[in-house]
Every structure is written in structure tokens, then in C-alpha cells.
């Protein structure tokens, strides 16, 4: 029986010491992508998706499959194949991932494959050599010798002009990757819009079941930025008169969703001192 109670322990230490490992991982990973470094956040996520499959963080909300966060990196690197596939795995985790399901249609509205150079630019390469002073100009005439491999969402347009990016590199960026991108066709563009907007009721409903019940939720979206661009971005879908915008609007709020956990938890705890101090 001793040798019993030790066996069991020791499984409970190790499977401890794996689920801290995977959270340690993962928050490395988060932080990786945020900073415009999908290949370094996808090495961080690709670990936790190997050891844990069913992995979903409890400190960012929504709740989000590893998988999601895979999905992200290799949607953020352009390769939307790769990305897609990591978003239905992360759906066949956990039903109820609506940011798996808003990049999910996100990948049907992009086309299926781009042809880039082998050499192109990542979007990695372009972040880390503007944070050592690279000139912006001297990046897009780089840029326009190599060709680039990833596409400018309103994600990875933050990301680069928070890495000192300025109007034109931006705009030179954007005009390479738009020679490159073919449309999608009528029958991947109407199921991607399905996914939008199923991922967006999702959201809408999350985030106002979370400000009304969950101790949290007054800390969340008190300008009604979030919903307010939910709401748009429902209507844009459903009634399509520019698809860009509404991709936009959703890679936004896939974002914006991400910052504003972080600045929720951030809130939640100063009041919490606050109130200790008290």
C-alpha cells in the first residue's frame, strides 16, 4: 500500500511539473506573438500542442485552445493551410473556441496557397530588423528584392509599428503581398463567411453573459469598444459590400481580444490591492 500512495504521488508531482512546464510555455509563446514573432511563439506553442493536446489556458479569456494559438502563428506567417488545420483541430478540442472559429473563416477568405519566393521576408525578419534600427526604407527595398511571405492584417500591421514601422514601408508591404494573393473562390468565401459570423454571435453572447455575471466582467470593455466593432463587423458580414474591411474588423477584434485580458486581469488585481490597503 505504501508503495502505492508513492507511485500515485509521483504521477501527481509529474503531471504537476508538466502542467506547469505547459503554462510556462504557453505565456512565452503569447508574448512571442504579440511582439510580431510567429515563428518564435509557434516553437513555444508547437511544444505545448505535443505534450498536451487538450491545453487551454486559464489565465486568457476567452478560453482558447493551444491549438488556436498554433492556428494564429502560422496565420500570422501566412501559411493559412497550416493555419486551418490547427484551427479545426482546436474546434474539435473545445466547440465553444469562438476566436478558433473567427480565424477559422478568416482562413476560407484568404487564399488557399501563396507563391512567395523561398527567401521572402517573414514577418519575424521585418520586426527584429527594424527593433536593431534597420531604416524603414532600407526594409522595403529589401523587402522588394526578396518578396514577403505574410500578409498585412490589422494584427501585423500593430505589430510592425510598434517595431518602428512607418506609412511607407507599410504601404510598400502591402503592395507586394497584394500582387501575390489571388481571391477566394464563391463556395470557400461563403462557408468563411458562415464561420464569421458563427463566431461572432459566439463572442458577442461570451462577452455579455462575462460583463453581467463573472466577478471579472466589470473590468471588461468598459468603452463598449469591443462590442460596438463586434456589432459592425456582424453587419459587414452578413451583407458583404467590402470584404477587406470586414477581415479587418475581425483580425482586430481577435487582437484586440488578447489585450484586453491582459489589461481586465491587470485592473482586477489593482482594485483588488486597493481594497487591500484599505
Given at each position: 500500500?505504501?508503495?502505492?500512495?508513492?507511485?500515485?504521488?509521483?504521477a501527481l508531482?509529474?503531471a504537476?511539473?508538466a502542467?506547469?512546464n505547459?503554462q510556462t510555455?504557453f505565456?512565452a509563446?503569447?508574448?512571442?506573438?504579440?511582439?510580431?514573432?510567429?515563428?518564435n511563439?509557434?516553437?513555444?506553442?508547437?511544444?505545448?500542442?505535443?505534450?498536451?493536446?487538450?491545453?487551454?489556458?486559464?489565465s486568457?479569456?476567452p478560453?482558447?485552445?493551444?491549438?488556436t494559438?498554433?492556428?494564429?502563428?502560422?496565420?500570422n506567417?501566412?501559411?493559412?493551410?497550416?493555419a486551418?488545420s490547427a484551427?479545426e483541430?482546436?474546434l474539435?478540442?473545445h466547440?465553444?473556441d469562438?476566436v478558433?472559429?473567427?480565424?477559422?473563416?478568416?482562413?476560407l477568405?484568404r487564399?488557399?496557397?501563396?507563391?512567395?519566393?523561398?527567401?521572402a521576408?517573414?514577418l519575424?525578419e521585418v520586426?527584429?530588423?527594424l527593433?536593431?534600427?534597420?531604416?524603414p526604407k532600407?526594409?522595403?527595398?529589401?523587402?522588394?528584392?526578396?518578396?514577403v511571405?505574410f500578409?498585412?492584417?490589422?494584427e501585423?500591421?500593430?505589430?510592425?509599428r510598434?517595431?518602428?514601422?512607418?506609412?511607407f514601408?507599410?504601404?510598400e508591404?502591402?503592395?507586394l503581398?497584394?500582387g501575390?494573393?489571388?481571391?477566394?473562390?464563391?463556395a470557400?468565401?461563403?462557408?468563411?463567411?458562415k464561420?464569421?459570423g458563427?463566431?461572432?454571435s459566439g463572442l458577442?453572447e461570451?462577452l455579455n453573459d462575462t460583463?453581467?455575471?463573472?466577478p471579472?466582467?466589470k473590468?471588461?470593455?468598459?468603452?463598449?469598444?469591443?462590442?460596438?466593432?463586434?456589432q459592425?463587423?456582424?453587419k459587414?458580414?452578413a451583407?458583404?459590400?467590402?470584404?477587406?474591411?470586414?477581415m479587418g474588423n475581425?483580425e482586430?477584434l481577435?487582437?484586440?481580444?488578447?489585450e484586453?485580458?491582459?489589461?481586465?486581469?491587470?485592473?482586477?488585481?489593482a482594485?483588488r490591492?486597493?481594497?487591500?490597503?484599505?
Open positions: 500500500m505504501k508503495a502505492l500512495r508513492s507511485l500515485v504521488t509521483s508531482f509529474i504537476a511539473c502542467s506547469l505547459s510555455d505565456l509563446g503569447r508574448r512571442a506573438l504579440l511582439r510580431g514573432e510567429p515563428e511563439a509557434l516553437g513555444y506553442f508547437d511544444r505545448v500542442a505535443q505534450s498536451d493536446p487538450a491545453f487551454v489556458s486559464d486568457v479569456s478560453p482558447k485552445s493551444i491549438w494559438y498554433v492556428g494564429r502563428a502560422h496565420y506567417s501566412g501559411r493559412y493551410d497550416a486551418r484551427f483541430k482546436a474539435s478540442h466547440r465553444d469562438h478558433a472559429r473567427l480565424y477559422l473563416g478568416l482562413t477568405l487564399p488557399a496557397a501563396t507563391t512567395a519566393p523561398a527567401n521576408f517573414r519575424q520586426t527584429f530588423a527593433r536593431e534600427g534597420v531604416e532600407r526594409v522595403a527595398a529589401l523587402a522588394r528584392e526578396r518578396g511571405s500578409d498585412l492584417t490589422k501585423t500591421e500593430s505589430q510592425l510598434t517595431a518602428g514601422a512607418d506609412n514601408l507599410v504601404s508591404l502591402q503592395s503581398r497584394a501575390a494573393k489571388s481571391k477566394a473562390n464563391d470557400r468565401r461563403a462557408q468563411g463567411a464561420e464569421l458563427t463566431a461572432l458577442n461570451w460583463i453581467a455575471y463573472a471579472q466582467g473590468f471588461w470593455d468598459p468603452s463598449q469598444e469591443i462590442r460596438k466593432q463586434i459592425l463587423t456582424m459587414q458580414v451583407a458583404p459590400a467590402d470584404w477587406d474591411a470586414a475581425a482586430w481577435g487582437y484586440r481580444l488578447e484586453e485580458s491582459d489589461r481586465a486581469r491587470r485592473d482586477e488585481r482594485e490591492e486597493r481594497q487591500l490597503r484599505r
